[in-house]
């Protein structure tokens, strides 16, 4: 069984990755580690809830306790990092909370898997997080 901690799964990209990978594997227990905030929807869960390899945990990443308790209770390996405050017209009002979310909850992510020694740690974006290409920017695998 791979353990695999995913971040932020009640999202729309890390629910769709965990209601896809549980419908096609049976050999992942999947620990989904989501605060449910403006991004998340347990409804959006529904196809994956009653399945005995998955497990939710309503929680912040930035909480090293709770991060270290998961990896240890559920002997992570794999890490899937979806978590992140994303929504552009939201930083303009507080950059606090994005600050906190995507570098220090990254962070204490990245240092609990170390000290566990996971075997890969996925960092997952989007493209509010980059930023825009512009008006006459193009997206290409380089840029």
């Known amino acids: ?8 799964g009640a999202g729309f990209i890390g629910s769709n990755f965990i209601n896809y990978i549980l ?11 989501d605060k449910l905030t403006y991004a998340g929807n347990l409804e959006n869960l529904i ?5 005995k390899n998955y497990h939710f945990i309503k929680g912040d990443i930035t909480n090293f306790e709770l991060v270290h308790y998961i990896f240890e209770k559920y002997k992570i390996k794999y890490v899937i990092h979806f978590a992140a405050e994303s929504h ?14 995507n570098v ?14 996971v075997e890969r740690f996925l960092q997952i974006s989007t493209d509010e997080v980059y930023g825009s290409l512009g008006s006459e920017g193009l997206f290409t695998e380089k840029t």
């Open 1 to 8: 069984m791979r353990n695999i901690l995913v971040t932020g």
């Open 23 to 33: 419908d096609k594997r049976d050999d992942y227990n999947i620990v989904n580690l």
């Open 88 to 101: 552009v017209d939201r930083s303009i009002l507080g950059s606090e909370i994005f600050y906190r979310t």
């Open 104 to 117: 220090m909850g990254t962070n204490v992510l990245l240092e609990v898997a170390r000290k566990f020694e």
């Open 47 to 51: 196809p994956s809830e009653r399945k």
